[in-house]
């Protein structure tokens, strides 16, 4: 769960936002002072000249890479990289790790987690193959990840995770189509949903 903050919802934070969803990774991006409303997250993405204001909130401790050639205290739980392409290797390098995909998880097309295998297009389960959608994958990923973490994944977050700024506020109904989506080709293909609810608290992934 990447979430890239930055003094106000600035066009170059969007922009980063843009290219971690076309790579297929869900991420979030907020003003520094709405960094409460988006958590949980594995770390944080900001720029050097963003990142002393980063550390005066009570979320210090969280991981974090800063971008640009500013001065940043590695000392204070974090790395300084000098462009998006490095920030954007070293953010898929934590992904992996939090997911703990090691190398043996690793293929040419795709990445073995936990029970699914994600490829390009489709994701993996008992050995059948269930095409997604490019929203419908970063949906599914997200709402996987948060399986993992033991917690729910409901509208608002899927919305900010895995819309940009500019499609959000007419997302939640369609994000239900998804989902319902998913869980119909599953029903097609496993026999069962891959999706589950709870009223007033979210999704969640059935046992894989």
Not at 37 to 50: G, K, R
Not at 191 to 200: L, V
Request: glycine fraction near 6%.
């Amino acid at each position: 769960m990447i979430l890239i903050c930055d003094n106000d919802a600035s066009p170059r934070a969007k922009n980063l936002q843009g290219l971690f969803l076309d790579l297929g990774y869900p991420a979030a991006v907020c003003p520094i002072n709405e960094i409460k409303e988006h958590l949980p997250a594995w770390f944080f993405v900001t720029f050097c000249d963003s990142f002393d204001n980063l550390r005066r909130t009570p979320y210090d401790k969280i991981f974090t890479i800063a971008i640009d050639n500013g001065f940043v205290n590695t000392a204070l739980n974090a790395t300084k990289v000098t462009t998006v392409n490095e920030a954007l290797s070293c953010s898929l390098e934590i992904v992996k790790s939090k997911l703990g995909i090691s190398n043996g998880g690793q293929f040419p097309f795709g990445i073995l987690c936990r029970s699914v295998f994600f490829a390009d297009y489709f994701i993996e389960v008992r050995n059948n193959i269930i095409p997604l959608t490019n929203i419908e994958m970063l949906i599914f990923k997200y709402i996987f990840i948060c399986s993992g973490e033991n917690i729910y994944a409901d509208k608002s977050m899927i919305e900010k995770y895995c819309y940009s700024p500019a499609s959000r506020g007419h997302s939640g109904n369609v994000i239900s189509v998804h989902i319902a989506n998913i869980n119909k080709k599953s029903e097609e293909i496993l026999g069962s949903k891959i999706i589950g609810s709870m009223r007033y608290k979210g999704y969640y992934i059935i046992n894989t």
